[in-house]
């Protein structure tokens, strides 16, 4: 092949997707390798993308080729990503490359070449004083030195082009991340566990794993992970997000003890990159992480294992917006490998798939360990108002609390919201403070008493007056995880109350303080968002009160009723994980709210019948996809010319298709304003929907295949 076409490392965001080059004769190139090309009159980096025959008019040579960057698998894989979301394939191939491709944290040493013939270079060298200097550094350093430690980089050069030094590339490496533990060695499987494993161990493609938290899925996964290393494969783990699964990751690194890496976000680049190394070398077995562990170098894969696989955290915001699962399914098929989706409320398409046959599925019925799941009561809080109760927890939960307090239990109060207040409003006139970037309410937090915009971040100081009319009768209204906080302290001023929440908890080491504080029974009761619902384990918790399951139901967006339904029994599961049981109260203005029912059942069936039903019916995925265009500008105006224009040239290209595509919009999004720039969005919904994944899309707009949400 005479031509390679080349994934060059341009800033152009639009333009070609590859640019080809000559191969100099001479010279050994292969798809992935790392090149160097002209281009116009700079030199960049590329990835070969692919050989060619085809002849191309003005083709200039490539000029260097260096180390291979992608095996061939991950090469079609990056073509599959680049085409499924639409994405520039210079963004689907990026997420291959080492996290320091940029900035390699190389030392490069620098030494005399060879068989240098001392007199006659210094003399070869006088009239170039830089490089005589640099040549005199050397020789004071025969196990060669740092070429940031010599003069002049310009003098080295000069030395390496008269063949009197060279270069060599050192890496540093990191020690690796998992410590080394002793052995934890399998357990007894139940009957459940032995019959999934045996069936994944008999089978092949995608398996889903059902079963409750605490089921045993961790044990069958680490099983099955045991299994393919035998075989002299290697596995991935994919979790949600590192910082709130130590458990999980603790218990892989001491089953395969010096065999794992993880991946972690938190990881300096240069541990990174040591990471990245280990794995490319041959040296781990196992690699656990979150959606990017896909594009690890890892060879003879056999096994990739998407823990709590319904997260939306597997789905990447930024080009190419990928989701992991879909994506981990496809490498699994081009590498022979098996995929295993374990979940405790399947993602509604992925048990869809699991239903017809397409995934093979497989169910833990039960808890190992303690009681089945705990009972749940719906509290109506109409009726507290009525009889006079204005507190925000009803007169079940407040005594239930007590109870549990009593009983030298724990309990947890769950919300999904931060801050103290929701918003800050004006009783005189009803105007509402908010962000002018994002058009959405402000957040007010007790703490540093400022006001924030959860969307975007900006903080302003709470005003003594009503900007609107003056009126000092400013009131906080909603909740938040603080004013919950307050509130139980009032009520039980002997409980010691803890919080959690993205505010009192960012780092790795923060979520572990607060998951040992509940452990060791410092706290009697957690008050949290979101994060509470993840798999810990907190065996003294017996309580789990919803203080609201209404915002989460109310939002315009046709998953709403799965993420709700999701959420409550994630942390519902949090109750009872202990031999003293528990039970379950989640308070709403909507009690007769079919989703509550069947999420106050546990019943997943029931749930995934009503809703699948509701998807089909409306043509909703997955009996569909869904692309988001989505144009942001900071003039409104602006916005919907361009989100005109490009509706009319969508509806073109629908117009007689069959099957039917149905475009809605254009119109602003939920999410009106978001940093400062307004939005625009056109929704187009259809079984096939390639006809509008538009390679020339215009400058400003996004596009998002398969999004996590259409607000
Ligand atoms: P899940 O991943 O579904 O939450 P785990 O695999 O973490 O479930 O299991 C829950 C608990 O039960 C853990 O403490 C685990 O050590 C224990 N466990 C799992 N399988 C077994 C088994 N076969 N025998 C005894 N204990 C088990
Ligand atoms: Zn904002
Ligand atoms: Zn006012």
Redesign the pocket.
Known sequence: MAFAEVVVDTNIRRGAQTYTYSIPSGLEVAPGQRVVVPFGSRQLEGVVFRLTDEPVADVRPLLRAAEPLLLPHQLELARWIAEHYAAPIKDAVALFLPPTLATPRLRRIARLARGVDLRTSIKELTRAPRQLATFEALLLAPLGIDARALPSEDGLRGLVQRGLAEVLSEVDEPPPLVPETAQILP????KA?EEALAAIRAGNGVFMLH???????????LQTIGDVLERGQRALLLVPEISLTPQTIA?CASRFPGRVAVLHSALTPRQRYGEWRRIGQGSVDVVIGPRSALFAPLRDLGLIVI?EEHDWTYKQEQSPRYHARETAIKLASLVGAKVIL?T?TPDLGSYHRAQKGIFTLLT?PE???GPSMPPVRIVDMRQELQAGNRSIFSRDLQQELRAALLRKEQSILFLNRRGANTFVMCRECGFVLQCQDCLLPFTFHAVGNRLMCHNCGRAARPPEHCPDCASMRIRYFGLGTQRVAEEIEALLPQARVLRWDRDTARTREDHENVVDAMREHRADVLVGTQMVAK?H?LPLVTLVGVISADAMLQLPDFRSAERTFQLLTQVAGRAGRGPAGGSVLIQTYNPQHPTLAMASRHDFHAFFRTEIQFRKRMSYPPFSHVVKFVYSHASAEKCQREARELFGQLAERVAGLDPPIHLTGPLPPYLEKSHGKFRWQILARGRDVRPVLLSDLPAGWTIDVDPASVL
């Open positions: 357990l007894r499987l139940t566990q079963g409750v938290t605490g089921s045993g899925k961790t044990e069958v996964y218990r823990d374990g405790a833990l808890r190992i360990v798999g384990d």
